[in-house]
């Protein structure tokens, strides 16, 4: 309870949803651009296929996701959740993680004795989803380029590599989902 006492959510919702809203679309759209305008010029006619080109502005726009998120996680998200060094929830054993784990997804009732460290492992939780949600469209694109790029030379691989895509993509769909169910257990448990 000592390590879970100056724990705080100072707007990590608003920092992903600022992220996703303004930042990513416009980057990722100008890197796929530039990227697929430039294939001709740096690929020299080696493989001047429009898939070339699309993959390479798919992989600068992997490149310019990753370290861009890296950046903006540095920058807004992590300063957007007070957090304790280590997990709060570490010094509890697996039984009562998992108790702790239930609250927070709604599959359990709160547990008022132990508010403040079910508040602070959900806190630590939605920091690291939002983490994970800035980072996640960077895997779309590799493996959408390399779809891409093995799609032109009629490679089986490429449908493994649309499954991943789509694979991802419901991953990242579960992210959501799980980042939106913490901030709406925070802030009915806040309420209370």
Known sequence: MNNARDVKDLCLGEAVKTYFIRYFPAGALVLVVAGAALGPIVLRGAGSGWS?????????ATAGTLVGGLIYNAKKVSPAALTYRSDVLLPLESQERKRVTRQIAAKAPIEREHLSVVLAGAVQQRKSLARQLVLAPAYVFLFTAQATNWARQEEPLAWIMLILVAGWLLAIVFLVRDFQ?????LASASVD
Do not use: M, Y
Not at 52 to 60: D, E, I, R, T, V
């Open 52 to 60: 070339s080109n699309l993959a390479l502005g798919l992989l600068l």
């Open 181 to 185: 169910r913490t901030g709406r257990f």
